[in-house]
């Protein structure tokens, strides 16, 4: 495909007084794996749902496979294929089933949806369970099939909605394998996510929004790269204690951040620096050296004050 997948521009969602997405621009290019993170209510589903062309735009610009999602809606809805938040599968059809109905939505003929279920199911390894009703299956298993039938009709734009929240980790790496093969595949990813582990895993390029508006774009590595340092020391030193540290650490650090249980210590040699404290006569009850995170650079940009 030529040109860019979802084009985006000064793109405004109110409901009612309340703005939900407050004049974002964004760009999906074809074979991406493109994220939106942000905590709730950052405006993160609203900008989902307007490019899957099922919540209207209020003002700006925006357009998908070059199509204008408000004159064209249906011919866009038949080339992207959508994992919502929560399964909307079935629980009176059988796994097969569900994906056979599905694919008639799109006018595949039966004999096609069955060879694509047959495929599908193989790819998200679910193949024993094809027979199977869906309301046993565990919650893994559930998004897997939800995966399968959002592909059954070849779809050029996958739109996933928090993919794996509330799987267990088997479950989620999983899920990431069969995503990863998507991509490799060329096919063009938009995936929401609160786990910053699976954003530094599949994406390619993301945007952290915060109250409705763009706060950071860039990949993974570049936006640890501009916002953190390489390592991060976390030292503890007592609950109510960890403040009145935080002078001594000013000769190591490039930035202190005070939580009630630690001290979090920016720094590009984390080793380096727990000698130099240890040197100094700091002894922290426990110390741990990691590498930066995006969860570092989404906290730094989003605050971690609790969002209802």
Excluded at 17 to 28: E, L, N, Q, R, W
Excluded at 68 to 86: M, T, Y
Excluded at 112 to 129: C, G, I, N, P, Y
Aim: hydrophobic share 35%; charged share 30%; net charge negative.
């Amino acid at each position: 495909m030529d040109g860019a997948v979802v084009t985006a521009r000064s793109l405004v969602k109110r409901f009612g007084d309340f703005t939900a997405v407050d004049g974002i621009d964004v760009d999906v290019e074809p074979g991406e794996s493109f994220g939106f993170l942000g905590p709730n209510g950052a405006g993160k589903t609203s900008s989902m749902r307007m490019i899957g062309g099922i919540s209207p735009v209020t003002e700006g610009t925006l357009r998908i496979f070059g199509l204008d999602p408000a004159k064209n809606g249906r011919e866009i809805r038949s080339r992207i294929g959508a994992v919502p938040q929560i399964d909307q599968l079935d629980n009176d059809l059988t796994v097969t089933e569900n994906l056979v109905i599905y694919a008639r939505y799109f006018d595949i003929k039966r004999a096609e949806a069955r060879s694509r279920a047959t495929e599908l199911l193989d790819f998200v390894q679910l193949t024993e369970k094809a027979d199977s009703m869906v309301d046993p299956l565990s919650g893994g298993q559930k998004r897997r099939v939800s995966i399968a039938r959002s592909l059954i009709s070849e779809p050029e734009l996958l739109l996933l909605d928090e993919p794996t929240t509330g799987l267990d980790p088997q479950a989620r790496h999983l899920l990431w394998d069969r995503l990863y093969q998507l991509k490799e595949r060329g096919s063009t990813l938009i995936l929401t996510t609160h786990y910053m582990d699976e954003a530094e895993q599949l994406c390619d390029r993301l945007v952290v929004m915060d109250n409705g508006k763009i706060v950071a774009e860039g990949s993974p590595a570049g936006l640890i790269t501009e916002y953190s340092t390489k390592e991060v020391l976390e030292m503890r030193f007592g609950y109510g204690q960890n403040e009145t540290h935080v002078d001594e650490m000013s000769s190591v650090a490039q930035r202190v951040e005070v939580l009630p249980d630690r001290l979090l210590i920016y720094t590009d040699h984390g080793e380096e620096a727990l000698t130099e404290l240890h040197r100094q006569g700091v002894e922290p009850k426990s110390s741990l050296v990691r590498r930066s995170s995006l969860e570092d650079v989404f906290l730094r940009l989003t605050g971690r004050t609790l969002v209802d």
